[in-house]
């Protein structure tokens, strides 16, 4: 059980993954600086530098057991993290402890360390994200053909299918993820730039102003790439004491487009839940209400609503933080860093996990769905009424104003009386549809034009290649924490 007395974050408590969880651990950040302190200590070993094997085997057989007490017992003396987790790993490596860190400044650490957990994050959200259009492409595949009533400023539009619409809502999630993707292939590692990004203190160790130390600095960023399995062109050309603060920015952007997605899919299950059409899952036990014994709340669409709505709230601050960087770098960004690179990959995991058990579950009421259209449908098909009626020698412009007329008076009593919708017994008391077959025009497949064959070509299109890319990493479902 949690201290009840201590604040926990409902983002790691409540939604996040484990293996999101995991990226932005205290155990993952500090294990991974020991590998970039092992990184700069072998490549600088390679580039000539005096570090001894025993050294390297000293670092490397420390990457993990990283002392968190020594650690903050340091901090809390020196006030400076980095300097805390240098100082602890030289009482566990203590031959190593003269050249940790040798050249490099803290953002060494920091900065490189927060790329590879960007990366890592955004390739689990992409996983989820593929697995999210996976079951609604499934979903959109198998109710393909069922014709419901489309909406337009949330009135009464020409009939889609439900297919069509989940194609719709999965079409958005793709955008999302070619985001995703395309900002994965945009990441590039700070390398080891020193203090103000100059190399200046890299320059000094190999030697001075010389072409072969020039050489070298350029070396290490790339042999420093490699061995933390990084591209060795996909790193940073010039930076200042950071890489640029911009990029978290672009990174939380890319996480709010596909937020907007997930809850654009969302609301729209809210509303057809209100109009008893889809529902997301429902478990036998679960309770809607503590007040009304009848509820079934849409509450996890609701959650991945509200973590949405957070994630996208979350896009002023990287760019704030970017824009008030003072010339080579303030220290103001730290703080406000440690919440607002986390945060947005937390909760938009969990809104992840929480689209993939709803759409795994959908529930989908047929005659409901028939019932609701049924009751609009010959509003809908007034157009083809008139075309008829003209096929038959009647003037167009006459017609469309004898199906106006009616069909408002129709409305009326609908809302005002509760009537049903009479329009097609007025019509066939009009001399000019005399001989035209009613029923025949109010054919529901008709309406829905091409929606069947648009998810066909949707799936075998967009939603295919995807599949191909996420083979053995698709998610069926997820069990949620609550």
């Known amino acids: 059980m949690l201290d009840p007395l201590t604040y926990h974050s409902a983002l790691s408590e409540r939604n996040a993954s484990a293996a999101m969880a995991a990226i932005w651990s205290p155990q993952r950040k500090f294990s991974t600086w020991r590998r970039l302190w092992l990184a700069l200590a072998e490549a600088e070993k390679e580039l000539g530098l005096a570090i001894t094997d025993e050294q390297i085997a000293q670092l490397r057989d420390h990457l993990d057991d990283v002392n968190y007490e020594r650690a903050g017992e340091f901090e809390k003396k020196l006030r400076h993290d980095v300097m805390a987790h240098v100082h602890a790993l030289g009482e566990q490596a203590p031959s190593a402890k003269p050249i940790i860190h040798l050249g490099a400044t803290s953002q060494y650490v920091n900065c490189n ?185 849409p509450m996890r669409c609701e959650r991945i609503c509200g973590l949405c709505r957070f994630v996208i709230g979350l896009t002023q601050t990287p760019f704030v933080t970017a824009a008030e960087q003072w010339m080579e770098r303030t220290l103001d960004d730290s703080s406000t860093r440690r919440l607002s690179l986390p945060e947005p990959f937390l909760a938009l995991d969990g809104a992840l996990d929480i689209l993939i058990n709803v759409t795994s579950g959908l529930v989908v009421y047929p005659k409901r769905i028939a019932a609701n259209l049924a009751a609009e449908l010959p509003f809908m098909a007034s157009e083809n009424l008139m075309m008829a009626a003209v096929s038959r020698g009647a003037d167009r412009q006459e017609v469309h104003e004898l199906i106006r007329r009616h069909a408002q008076t129709a409305a009326q009593r609908v809302k005002e009386e509760g009537a049903e919708n009479d329009l097609l017994e007025r019509l066939a008391k009009e001399k000019v549809f005399a001989g035209v077959d009613l029923g025949a025009a109010m054919t529901r497949g008709e309406f829905v034009g091409r929606a069947p064959k648009q998810v066909e070509e949707f799936i075998q299109q967009v939603v295919e290649p995807i599949r191909q890319r996420y083979r053995g990493r698709l998610m069926q479902s997820v069990d949620l924490k609550v």
């Not at 619409?165 to 390398?191: F, H, M, P, S």
């Not at 933390?228 to 930076?239: G, K, Y």
């Not at 729209?268 to 309770?287: G, N, T, W």
């Open 113 to 297: 360390t927060e790329m590879l957990q960007i990366r890592d994050a955004l390739e689990l959200v992409a996983a989820k994200l593929a697995s999210g259009i996976d079951q609604l492409a499934k979903f959109a595949w198998e109710h393909r053909t069922l014709a419901t009533l489309a909406f337009t400023h949330l009135q009464p539009a020409q009939p889609t299918t439900v297919g069509r619409r989940a194609a719709q809502w999965a079409y958005d999630l793709t955008l999302g993820l070619e985001e995703i993707e395309y900002r994965l292939g945009t990441l590039r590692l700070r390398g080891a730039k020193g203090t103000t990004g100059t190399q200046a203190s890299f320059l000094s160790l190999f030697g001075g102003d010389t072409p072969e130390s020039h050489r070298k600095c350029l070396e290490l960023d790339r042999l420093i790439a490699r061995k933390l399995n990084w591209p060795a062109d996909r790193v940073h050309v010039i930076t200042s004491q950071t890489y640029p603060r911009v990029v978290d920015g672009l990174v939380v952007s890319s996480l709010a487009a596909v937020a907007a997605a997930a809850a654009k899919f969302a609301t729209d299950v809210r509303l057809l839940a209100h109009r008893k059409e889809v529902e997301e899952p429902f478990e036998a036990d679960q309770i809607g209400s503590s007040a009304m014994p009848y509820k079934r709340n």
